[in-house]
């Protein structure tokens, strides 16, 4: 199993940046396929990024393509979410995934095809 702790997150203006951490305990973090997905008040949970357990293979919503980067550095169990070019329409809760299992490419999207999730952090873009 692994748990997952993520850090980062907080209050900034538009077209400013953040960067989201989620880090693995356990040491098969690299054998994880990770992603990263946002829930507005009201709204469902919604994909926002993937990544693959090798790194080599990333995937996007089409509303954060060119603005956020997924990255994974599996020496260190961690996973981020570069936010550059922020919008006030990305504030949401952000809550970094996992799961070991083989997917198709299009369940990287679905968020009941993670078992491991973070706890959650804030987003707040202000206009």
């Known amino acids: 199993q692994v748990q997952l702790v993520q850090s980062g997150g907080g209050l900034v203006q538009a077209g400013g940046s953040l960067r989201l951490s989620c880090a693995a305990s356990g040491r098969t973090f690299s054998n994880y396929r990770m992603a990263w997905f946002c829930q507005a008040p009201g709204k469902e949970r919604e994909f926002v990024a993937a990544?693959?357990?090798?790194?080599?293979?990333?995937f996007y919503a089409d509303s954060v393509k060119g603005r956020f980067t997924i990255s994974r550095d599996n020496a260190k169990n961690t996973v981020y979410l570069q936010m550059n070019s922020l919008k006030p329409e990305d504030t949401a809760v952000y809550y970094c995934?996992?799961?070991?299992?083989?997917?198709?490419?299009?369940?990287?999207?679905?968020?009941?095809?993670?078992?491991?999730w973070g706890q959650g952090t804030q987003v707040t873009v202000s206009s």
């Open positions: 990544i693959s357990w090798s790194g080599a293979s990333t």
């Open positions: 995934a996992g799961d070991p299992r083989y997917r198709s490419r299009s369940e990287y999207y679905v968020p009941t095809m993670y078992d491991y």
